[in-house]
């Protein structure tokens, strides 16, 4: 084989294997917020039964979904920030849903490239 030959296997090799890991690594952190969102959203609606089944403070428990959501982000090392989640509360669901973008390609403390993920969840209170 050619030096040239040799080159393009292992350009094309270390492409491949960027893409391969870049998949997996946003697939990863796709499935740990889905399971954050679910975890949340479960906890919350058990704590405000009684507010959730009157109808009253719904914007208050729709503020704590979106805090926690962005503080258990955050402290899992998560780029999810509060203004990235959207909660709703009402009688019968508590829902909630994070848009943030994955970095593929970075240079230094800026993101070059990045694909957008959303999750979306609910949950439904049971009397």
Do not use: C, K
Request: glycine content about 6%; charged content about 15%; hydrophobic content about 45%.
């Amino acid at each position: 084989m050619r030096f040239a030959s040799v080159a393009r296997w292992a350009v094309f090799l270390t492409v491949l294997g960027w893409a391969g890991y870049t998949t997996v690594d946003a697939g990863w952190t796709y499935f740990d917020i889905q399971e954050l969102v679910d975890s949340v959203l479960r906890e919350t609606s058990m704590r405000y039964r009684t507010a959730l089944s009157t109808g009253t403070q719904t914007d208050e428990v729709a503020a704590h979904i979106r805090s926690a959501i962005a503080l258990n982000a955050q402290h899992d090392g998560l780029s999810v920030r509060d203004a990235d989640v959207q909660a709703a509360a009402s009688a019968a669901t508590v829902s909630a849903t994070v848009r943030w973008g994955h970095p593929i390609l970075s240079l230094g403390s800026r993101d070059i490239l990045v694909i957008p993920l959303t999750v979306q969840g609910s949950f439904v209170a049971t009397p």
